[in-house]
């Protein structure tokens, strides 16, 4: 709605970020060419995530039917997202993780895993009693988390057996007297050590956080959410103040560049087709500059990303990563341009694209709201939008937001909020809308369109008035009745 602030936006949006998951993460990243300096090698990756299992309290995320049947379409693996997905984090969950370890507790299995843990430790406990000293039996196809959780319970339960993986989801259980198991206790090769259990948890995060001492501008497209789900699952859970959220987000990553945000702008000054989404906006670009210009970015994808080379795969997050970045060097290119008559000098560097992306950086797009695009390094500029307009409704009792919006829906299209039990405001981002309505409305015989004067038609600026106006009256009465002389006899 064009009434949201950013603070209300997130507010809302938080709380979708905290109950779903993310399924998928793609990064890119590029270089300049060895033999040609004005080609950018491009290294696209494609990553399924799955929430974390070890610890003591199991995740639980929400899935949506729409998100399902869209990501179907196009070809989303699920299978590899939920066997496959690299395991993820963030510091509140790995503190209580950590915590668990220290205190030497072995209760770390997911609900899942507990029949592969159940199993694995019948087969043991079998096992050892007939065994001797020294032997050995492998436990196999256990996933990285069950490698760990079978291992640590087993060391925990049984003081003669030693335990270390394989690899290839196997691990070695090897029988040994209790001065052995001691003595491989304190060994630094113990592959089962803490730091290298919370190293597996974290999974991802450990790319996070590389990206994150990187200090490298982080390019997204219309990435609001984005931000806001890094936050959540790498790095902290979402905070309540807005604020908090944007100072967080610049501390992590204080170069955000917003392709979104960028084109809306070129769109503005170049005559380009309008684009709706980030693939067509790719390809807006990439016909409308000039071929001939020698100067203009080559992209190349990189030997072992030639998948993206040869078939489109859209809303597939590596894919999608890398038309971002190409976005973003064909629009900083374009804008090159423009700022210099298109006298481009051979081989512009990226820090002269930088500088023409001056205007847009640390901006985030914001759809349809109260402002264009929240600005992670500093103040927020409210939207310039035309005048907001009052409907009073007369002779036409209970209507609803919904009911005017479909009453003026035929003629413009205007966000409606209730200001009041026979007031109504109405919000548009077009001139020629309120225009219209104004016209066409001037003589309705139940609903009364006006501009909104906050002074005249806010509920508070009245009741303060009323107050006001009954204070003031009060005050006259006593000084009236006060200053009355007495008579006396």
């Known amino acids: 709605s064009l009434f949201d602030s950013p603070a209300e936006r997130y507010l809302r949006a938080r709380q979708s970020v905290q109950r779903f998951a993310v399924t998928q993460l793609g990064e890119c990243w590029s270089e300049r060419g060895k033999s040609s300096s004005e080609v950018y090698v491009v290294h696209s990756y494609n990553f399924f995530l799955f929430p974390s299992t070890l610890g003591l309290k199991d995740v639980e995320f929400t899935l949506s039917a729409s998100s399902i049947q869209f990501l179907s379409h196009y070809g989303f693996d699920y299978s590899k997202f939920l066997k496959d997905g690299i395991p993820y984090m963030n510091e509140v969950q790995e503190k209580i993780l950590n915590q668990h370890l220290l205190a030497g507790s072995s209760k770390v299995s997911s609900a899942v895993d507990r029949d592969v843990l159940r199993k694995a430790i019948d087969e043991v406990t079998c096992w050892i009693v007939a065994a001797e000293e020294e032997e050995t039996m492998i436990l196999e196809d256990l996933s990285g988390y069950q490698m760990f959780e079978v291992q ?96 967080n987000i610049h501390n992590l990553f204080p170069v955000l560049i917003d392709t979104k945000t960028v084109a809306k702008s070129i769109w503005k000054k170049c005559p380009f087709p309008r684009a709706v989404n980030l693939l067509d906006v790719y390809e807006v670009l ?154 066409d409305y001037k003589h309705h015989p139940h609903l009364w369109v006006s501009i909104y004067r906050h002074w005249r038609h806010s509920p508070r600026v009245n009741c303060l008035l009323q107050v006001s106006g009954i204070v003031a009256l009060w005050s006259l009465l006593a000084f009236v009745l006060g200053g009355a002389p007495c008579c006396s006899s």
């Open 286 to 439: 990439c016909s409308s500059l000039n071929p001939k210009d020698s100067t203009c970015p080559v992209i190349a994808l990189a030997s072992g990303c030639s998948r993206y080379a040869e078939k489109k795969s859209p809303h597939e997050a590596g894919y999608d990563a890398f038309l971002c970045g190409s976005v973003l060097l064909k629009s900083a290119h374009l804008l090159l341009c423009r700022s210099t008559d298109d006298a481009v000098e051979a081989d512009p560097s990226f820090s002269q694209y930088l500088t023409v992306l001056a205007e847009y950086l640390n901006k985030v797009n914001f759809i349809r709201g109260g402002v264009s695009s929240i600005n992670f390094s500093g103040e927020d500029t409210p939207c310039k939008y035309p005048p907001a307009l009052v409907v009073h409704v007369q002779g036409w009792p209970g209507l609803n937001e919904r009911q005017i919006y479909e009453e003026f829906r035929p003629l413009c299209l205007f966000d409606v909020r209730q200001l009041s039990k026979n007031q109504f405001i109405l919000l548009s981002n077009k001139f020629k809308h309120v225009r219209l309505v104004l016209r």
């Open 152 to 247: 640590l319970v087993l060391r925990e339960s049984l003081q003669n057996v030693w335990t270390q993986p394989l690899g290839d989801k196997k691990v070695l259980v090897k029988k040994v007297s209790p001065q052995h198991r001691q003595l491989l206790e304190n060994s630094p090769y113990d592959y089962c050590r803490k730091e290298l259990i919370l190293l597996s948890a974290r999974g991802f995060t450990n790319l996070f956080q590389t990206l994150v001492k990187a200090k490298k501008p982080l390019v997204g497209h219309n990435m609001l959410m984005d931000l806001m789900h890094l936050h959540d699952k790498f790095y902290k859970p979402l905070p309540e103040s807005y604020e908090e959220f944007k100072r």
